[in-house]
């Protein structure tokens, strides 16, 4: 019996505690959770900085509207301008509505409709980033489409240029796309980006809803490529579990998002706020920042030592601590298993292993995990008969 709407197929575990990479379910099993609710919980559970911080908040007050004059909000616009070189931010509450207002100022700030999205990629399920998403299962069933979306082949430069022309608004798209499968940007192509973006004065916009925030060990993916977005989204790990979604843009975008033209009851909310600021001052720190990419790059090394010969891996790639493995067969099978030895993993599209630890991981947590995922992919090799 449910009382819920099953729009997910959720898993046969019920969290009861949680504490940094660890979370103990009702039955009592522990579990290492290398999925960070979906690339949310970047400082882990139950941060104690961002408790502080949220707890201080708390006691000032949780709501007021935007109506009002707001430090806070301020504050964490400027932390994230610095981390970016992007002037100014508008809060939302997921990366949904984040990905909802680049579209709307894009769309306004350039007076054209159209906007080129990739195939496999996520933007999110409302109208408009169901319609930008390059993967037709999510769309079913909904009927007709916010028109002016084209969907080209991910790192193919030469399907861009066909795609884009002075029509075109913006071109969107994620650096390493999460959902889609953990498929890096290739460098040419943010060559071919740069260039189409300047002969067509097209706005980029890069979805770093799942990449921001640290997960690639730089404050955000693109400052891995050379690649300069006018308009970055953010959302997931921004909160570290509280709600809240983010629109980066450009100074000169400012006039076109005036008083009226966009807006969100609980966007910014100062809850979410005070997390953010906790988040920010914690993941922006260049320290931190290098030992995430250190982690990553030692999580890959550690798996490439102990399954690069593996006959059921295809590949092994990622970016800090944003690892797939794409596996020959179904992914979700593997992840199961991996459940039942104590390890939370995710899948990405139907082949790949999605990784996506608290960056305040350790080594040995990383050594454990590569040890429970070798071992399920080794029984799995035990051909039976
Ligand atoms: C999760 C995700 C979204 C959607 O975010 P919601 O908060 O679920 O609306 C959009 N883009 C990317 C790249 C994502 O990973």
Known sequence: MTALFPTYARWNIEPDTAKGSWLTSKEGKNYLDYTSGIGVLNLGHGNETVKASVERQLERFWHTSNLFENSEQEQAALLLAKASGLSRTFFANSGAEANEAAIKLARKATGKS????????????????????????????????????????????????????DQTAAIMLEVVQGEGGIHLLDASYAEAIMKLKEKHDILLIIDEIQTGIGRTGKPFAFQHFAIQPDIITLAKGLGNGL????????EDL????????????????????????????????PLFLQETAEKGIYFMQQLKWHLENSEFIVEIRGLGLMIGIELKDEAAPIVQKLQDSGLLLLTAGPNVIRILPPLTTDKNEIDLAVEKISNVLKTESIPTA
């Open 114 to 165: 159209k906007i080129v999205t990739c195939t496999q990629s996520f933007h999110g399920r409302t109208f408009a980033t169901m319609a930008a998403t390059g993967q037709e299962k999510i769309r079913v069933g909904y009927g007709t489409m916010l028109d002016g979306f084209t969907h080209v082949p991910y790192n193919n430069a030469a399907e861009l240029e066909n795609a884009v022309d």
């Open 243 to 250: 709600p809240i979604g983010a629109m980066l843009g450009r």
């Open 254 to 285: 400012a006039e076109f998002f005036g008083p009226g033209s966009h807006g969100s009851t609980f966007g910014g909310n100062p809850i979410s706020i005070s997390a953010a600021i906790a988040v920010l001052s914690e993941v922006m720190n």
